[in-house]
């Protein structure tokens, strides 16, 4: 049982922190934020739970890919085949991957495809400024889909002239090299990044191999009041899929590639802040499966474009905040399994905030959406904080949100596993969550409560383990849980930040009788647990620890902790994952590696 080594080690690291002192570090209630809304512009305004990740922790945390970054926060359940963010899923308190959005820079990534390519992402782990992940549905302006929520990369800008090469090598003929430039003019700045990662696989007489390369270029220019910013990326991803989406058949091969481009500003009219954006991304997906029954081998190719462009305006004035726009998106596939097929997504959206006295803020938002395949729908939503104290917020939100199925879960031809339903009609959910997040100038907790219901939702369910997966509408959607989240800045010199989070969910369907795939098997509970030492000047070390119980059944503790020594520019590494050595399966049918070993040097300027 994995819970008295959980206790002993949580005593061993609380115990030291009694005595820390109570001198103040920079305040976090001004932590400055961009992904909640148009009109939030840091927690203080903010109406709903939000965690950031910052620089700080993202430099310093013992993984070399994004999957394993965000498992450090409360209610993300990152469900990976694979290891090492070859390929992984993405839920937010319980909804599954198709549910949740991830932008970068605040443009959509989503595929219509699949969500399962939500994380085939161009972005180093270099050019991450932070990461902010809203829970809750996402706000209007997002347009739907971000019913469990919204995960926004942010790129960094830097502020001079930089630059850095770093080389790794490890267990299972892991070998990974990256670089970054950065330049920083009088009215631009420039940064870019690439990285390469490789290995022989570990599970030897298996399919487990990978080679993962991306690169981005991302800009910024300064026109007086105005601001334009740009980014243009790639990813580039070859792997053994070796039980990744079906069990039957487990002997299976991926190759995709994503190329990314967007440009969008900061444009000022009179009184009104305009923020025009245009967006391209292209994703292509090679798909093999082999069935020994048939002798043969089944390729699925499958292209799908998305371009789009968005509109946003806003406005400070004697009534509050307000906050408008529209967004047109056009989203296509070219497939040999599911076919050609285009569809076309038009969104309208106003959002404003107004104060109700000199402690109360309330926010109202509605937007309407117009699918070129299913109608139109009516998102309405609605938050409010009130200040109890300078350092204490109550808050509350409810909203709706709606997504229709992806091109899988309506046109994939059964046989190899599972099996589309073109009849699929779009799922709605209405969540709500009541919280309270406390702050002051060196710690902070937020606590919530939230439900969330769903008419039609969409999973895949089979009646018993020899037949294929079936995508379906489900009845009878409700969950609720609660989350705890406390983090810590003290003082140098030895303790950095820490991150300690508690998740608690329940979930109701009407299965009838069916084996479900996604709904069903979220964390029913989910600790999380991040923390930096600095042992003497030079050498620091990062720990991560994620115990998660499913409601789907098993149960692990996953371990990884991160040894830096640094002289000048250079630094020296050793990391490590799943240091237990856990024998855990996360998603679909693979199993994880278990302890994985990885020595580094990086040179940063």
Known sequence: MPYPRFSRLAGLLWLPWLALPASASPELHDTLIVTASPIATSLADLGQSMAVITR??????????????????????????????????VGIRGTAFEQTLVMIDGIRMSDPQTGHHAMNLPLPMEHLERIEVLKGPGSAAFGP????????????????????????AGEHGYRAVAGHLGLRGETSGHMLSATRRQADGHLSAEPTDFQLQN????????????????????????????????????DQREETRTLTAQVAGDVMAGDWQLTPALFWRRHEDWFRTRIPEFGADFINQHETRVAGGRLGARRDWSGGVTALGLSLIDERIESTALGDHDRFERSIWVEHQFDMGARTRLSLSAAGVDYSDHGTVFLPGASMSFSLQPDTTLFASAARSARV????????????????????????????????????????????????????????????PDVDFMSDNFGGHRSVGAE?????????????????GYTRLHTRLDDGGNEIAYALDHPRH?????????????????????????????????????????????????????????????????PLPGRWLIAGVAWRM
Request: aromatic residues 10%.
């Open 145 to 168: 889909g971000a019913t469990g929520g919204a995960i926004n990369l942010i790129t960094r800008r830097p502020t001079a002239t930089e630059a850095g090469v770093s080389l790794s």
């Open 56 to 89: 700080a922790e993202i430099r310093a945390a013992p993984v070399d890919n994004l999957a394993d970054l965000l498992q450090m926060v409360s209610g993300v359940d990152v469900r990976q085949r694979g290891g090492r963010g070859v390929q992984a899923d």
């Open 215 to 250: 690169a981005y270029y991302s800009g910024h220019f300064d026109f007086g009041p105005h601001e334009l910013r740009v980014g243009v990326g790639i990813d580039d991803r070859e792997f053994g899929a070796y039980k990744f989406y079906v069990d039957r058949f487990p």
């Open 526 to 590: 989910d600790v999380t647990l991040s923390a930096r030492f600095t042992w003497l000047p030079p050498l620091e070390q990062s720990l991560q620890l994620r115990y998660v119980e499913r409601r789907g059944g098993g149960s692990a503790m996953l371990l990884a902790s991160r040894l830096s020594w640094r002289w000048r520019e250079l630094e020296v590494s050793l990391e490590g994952s799943n240091l237990l050595d856990r024998d855990y399966i996360e998603a679909g049918f693979a």
């Open 405 to 464: 199925a992806s091109y899988i879960e309506r046109f994939l031809p059964g046989g190899a596993g599972n099996q589309g339903n073109p009849d699929l009609e779009p799922e709605r959910s209405l969540q709500a969550e009541v919280g309270l997040r406390w702050q002051d100038d060196r710690q902070s907790l937020s606590a919530a409560t939230f439900y969330r219901r769903t008419t039609n939702l969409i999973d895949w369910a089979r009646p018993a």
């Open 484 to 500: 705890l989240e406390y983090r810590l800045r003290p003082d140098p010199p030895w303790l950095g930040d820490l991150r300690l």
